[in-house]
């Protein structure tokens, strides 16, 4: 089931058309509709313009900028239910009013419920036009099919220093998530009890809060809520990743989940540049193209679902990518007559895929298909062109290795090794003297992303060595203060393990979780890139929890590598927070954990939903995990966290937060 289908009918269908069946019962039916920002990215994430339009709605207006009044109109507001919204709406009803007729639709009230009715109870001016007053239970952002995300300021928030503000916020949006998607049973609420002990009290007092306001019968397991918090695995925040969606948003430098949505397509009828000059808008790729007489314009495209090539390719590989988008590109020109009398006669020559596209974008016909092949050759060839600039796959491999504790080859790496090299590497590159055995980091993102990832992945480090790692790396100002923001943050080690460091380095996996090296060299020798060779821990986990759930079948298990303690002790169910056995199996400790090859049998559990929560920002690589779990095992899976980032993006947030 796609969140977005599920939002865009539930919009229509729940909020406009019951509005215009009414408007128009007494009058011409003409309807405006005002939203808040937040409102407005549900709207312009599930709906196009076309969409509200043919709905039955004329224009759509925010709720906090100057409207003209439109007394002859019927007005949706379709708004979050906090006070400065419910007050504004008491202003627009002062003296003759803005609009006709108030029909109002709240996502949901976070906290107190009755001190909105109490707002709008007093003020016989407003009640005496309110024909419609609805709690939609929509208090989330869908991003894909199977992503959302619930907070639209863009910054970024770590467990340890989340306000009561955006405790509630995600509480709301999780528990409007489950009825949206039709969950009516109380649902299965675990948390993540291991790994940051500053983040369990977090991750426990919002499973618990939860718990307390779902509703339903218990026992059937219908839906499993598992709460994570982003320390978990700190990786694919810093990690360069190569499959299509993850490198174009980092390399180009995409927005998602950041902009202010003030000029979104469902205010107008085309994607809007920005909102403010050299502010991007979210999922917009901006591209140069030559029209037919050599002039250079700015073309946009808007990477979502309602685009069938980023569905098919955004998951996979960027060279298979550039593979399969050139071969159905030249397929396309091969086949048209027209394009091959263009093409010339001289069936032996050699012509670029770009060439092609330009003799066939002559042709008004097929503009509109090439449009959206020229857009995806422009974003990979800029990607390869980053990638090569600034010898990314170089860096790469040294990352792998910090990640995963193997090389190439799948030997293991010393943690001596590690070090020395990336203490050469920060010097080399500081001095500007390339050898053959390291590349040269000309790019201070790519430099602070390495030392992030080692700091990570390993304990031991002494101030002194923190402290030398900084001056190699040559870090701005801005740098070293994400740096130890993030250390602040527990996302990178924290500052009580840099204190306590003695100087021997020591890669947390060797510490605790051998068994995880063993997956990735396992992992390395089914693909074919070495450099996707790490996989977000998340995918593990839930992994494990689908096998929960998969009742009887614990064959899918290798039992050998496990301390026998229970998957339960590290993700307790609220309810049986206290429960020391597990019924179904015992899988060990997240520090002991085992990742394993994800071939899970296609079992029928079309009742079953999971929803992943990550207390933090999630990033595209754990969005494809969820997408391949969810393929492998036919359970509806869905992620969300506060919002999504990339390591590109992250360090502006962690900086301006």
């Not at 989330?140 to 910054?155: A, C, K």
Request: glycine share 6%; aromatic share 8%.
């Amino acid at each position: 089931m796609s969140i977005l289908n599920v939002c865009k009918r539930r919009i229509i269908e729940e909020i406009i058309s019951p509005v215009r069946a009414m408007s128009a019962s007494v009058g011409d039916g003409y309807l405006t509709m005002v939203v808040d920002k937040f409102t407005l990215k549900i709207i312009s994430s599930c709906c196009s313009f076309y969409d509200i339009i043919e709905a039955g709605v004329t224009i759509v207006e925010q709720l906090h900028t100057k409207r003209q009044p439109l007394r002859k109109m019927d007005c949706i507001y379709f708004v979050t239910g906090d006070r400065r919204n419910l007050e504004q709406i008491l202003r627009d009803f002062e003296g003759d009013g803005m609009y006709r007729s108030a029909h109002l639709f709240v996502t949901g009230f976070r906290g107190e419920r009755m001190s909105g009715f109490d707002i709008l109870s007093g003020n016989e001016s407003l009640l005496k036009r309110l024909f419609s007053f609805k709690e939609v239970n929509l208090d989330f952002i869908p991003y894909d099919s199977r992503t959302f995300y619930i907070d639209n300021q863009g910054l970024f928030t770590a467990s340890i220093d989340i306000s009561e503000r955006l405790q509630q916020q995600i509480i709301s949006g999780i528990n409007t998530l489950c009825k949206t998607l039709g969950v009516s049973s109380k649902p299965t609420i675990r948390y993540q009890n291991c790994g940051n002990v500053d983040a369990i009290p977090g991750c426990r007092m919002l499973a618990e809060k939860l718990h307390s306001l779902q509703s339903g019968g218990e026992g059937n397991e219908e839906c499993t809520i598992l709460l994570l918090d982003r320390s978990l695995d700190t990786a694919p925040l810093y990690i360069h990743d190569y499959h299509y969606q993850a490198l174009a948003y980092d390399l180009v430098r995409i927005p998602v989940s950041l902009s202010s949505p003030d000029n979104y397509s469902i205010l107008s009828s085309s994607v809007s540049g920005s909102s403010e000059e050299g502010q991007k808008v979210d999922d917009v790729y901006e591209y140069e193209v030559s029209s037919t007489g050599g002039k250079k314009e700015m073309k946009k495209v808007v990477l979502d679902e309602r685009d069938s090539k980023w569905v098919l390719y955004r998951h996979d590989h960027i060279g298979h990518v550039n593979q399969e988008i050139t071969e159905e590109t030249l397929k396309f020109t091969h086949n048209n007559v027209t394009a091959k009398i263009h093409r010339g006669n001289d069936k032996g020559s050699n012509i670029s895929t770009n060439d092609t596209i330009q003799a066939v974008r002559t042709l008004p016909q097929y503009q509109q298909t090439l449009s959206r092949y020229w857009a995806h050759i422009s974003l990979i060839s800029e990607c390869f062109s980053i990638l090569k600039e600034n010898d990314i796959t170089s860096i790469g491999e040294f990352e792998q290795c910090i990640a995963t504790m193997i090389d190439s080859d799948g030997k293991s790496v010393s943690t001596s090794k590690q070090k020395s090299n990336l203490l050469a590497m920060l010097d080399q590159s500081a001095a500007g003297k390339p050898e053959d055995k390291f590349p040269i980091i000309n790019n201070s993102n790519d430099r602070l992303r390495l030392i992030l990832l080692y700091i990570s992945h390993f304990t031991g480090i002494s101030n002194d060595d923190l402290n030398q790692i900084i001056e190699l790396g040559k870090l701005s100002n801005d740098d070293q203060i994400v740096l130890k923001k993030l250390l602040g943050f527990g996302l990178c080690n924290s500052f009580e393990d840099i204190a306590a460091g003695n100087g021997r380095h020591v890669h947390k996996y060797e510490l605790s979780n051998k068994e995880r090296v063993k997956y990735f060299k396992q992992r390395l020798r089914s693909i074919e890139i070495s450099l996707s060779r790490f996989e977000p821990l998340l995918k593990t986990v839930v992994y494990h929890l689908l096998c929960q759930l998969n009742i009887g079948n614990n064959s899918l298990i290798s039992y050998n590598s496990f301390n026998q303690k229970s998957f339960s002790e590290d993700f307790p169910c609220v309810s049986k927070a206290n429960t020391s056995t597990d019924p179904l199996y015992s899988l060990g400790n997240l520090k002991h954990i085992q990742s394993h090859s994800f071939n899970l049998p296609r079992y029928s559990l079309k009742s079953k939903v999971i929803i992943v929560f990550v207390i933090g920002s999630i990033t595209f690589p754990e969005i494809r995990c969820i997408y391949e779990l969810m393929n492998e095992s036919n359970v509806s899976i869905y992620i969300g966290g506060i919002n999504i980032t990339t390591p590109t993006q992250l360090f502006k947030q962690v900086l301006h937060s």
